[in-house]
Antibody, heavy 119, light 110 residues
């Protein structure tokens, strides 16, 4: 069965960086994309960007351009999301989610990773 | 890109049908048939319920259905059950090759 297992929660200081991992299993990693979506406490969902599992091509939301990097490691079927220059309003649960294509939906989700930014 | 507009809350009694709307623009919902819906229980990851406006994954109950007219998409839950109480979010592909989510709707089963 398809599973996306994310790394554990992180506590970071303002200005630091965080890197969250998402290990995929149960499907061919290179035939799907991985999206990153975040949810601040008590708030809605926010799409951050997408990376192709096939060739590593990325597409980031304008809001995060220059501050986010998404990468993949096909040898371990793992996707990574790094967010730099953290601020307190980056405190959120970060989810990875698989997508069958570039324009489509998010059919399987990771369990989420809580990133807390606090001085 | 502004969030799609959803009602903050919708409620219904067990067995009833409810509909959640999702209003966007002609740069997202109105221009693409790539609207999807997600159910999220407290403390849990979202779950895909509807994709491409009206397609349902095999693991999702047929009590859930989707539609679209112009810039507004809708999710209908028929035969409402206690387990349907959750937050629901719509999402759409956009003209700038990104995705936008709705503001979210809390469904309460009375």
């Amino acid at each position: 069965q398809v599973q996306l297992v994310q790394s554990g929660g992180e506590v970071k200081k303002p200005g630091a960086s965080v890197k969250v991992s998402c290990k995929a299993s149960g499907y061919t990693f290179t035939t799907y994309g991985i999206n990153w979506v975040r949810q601040a406490p008590g708030q809605g969902l926010e799409w951050m960007g997408w990376i192709s599992g096939y060739n590593g091509k990325t597409n980031y939301a304008q809001k995060f351009q220059g501050r986010v990097s998404m990468t993949t490691e096909t040898s371990t079927n793992t996707a990574y999301m790094e967010l730099r220059s953290l601020r307190s309003d980056d405190t959120a649960v970060y989810y990875c989610a698989r997508s069958p294509g570039v324009y489509t939906h998010f059919d399987y989700w990771g369990q989420g990773t809580l990133v807390t930014v606090s001085s | 890109q502004s969030a799609l507009t959803q009602p903050a809350s919708v409620s219904g009694s067990p067995g009833q049908s409810i509909t959640i709307s999702c209003t966007g623009t002609n740069s997202d919902v109105g221009d693409y048939n790539y609207v999807s819906w997600y159910q999220q229980h407290p403390g849990k990851a979202p779950k895909l319920m509807i994709y491409d406006v009206n397609k349902r994954p095999s693991r999702v109950s047929n009590r859930f259905s989707g539609s679209k007219s112009g810039n507004t998409a809708s999710l209908t839950i028929s035969g409402l059950q206690a387990e349907d109480e959750a937050d629901y979010y719509c999402s759409s592909y956009t003209s700038i090759s990104t995705f936008v989510f709705g503001t979210g709707t809390k469904v309460t089963v009375l």
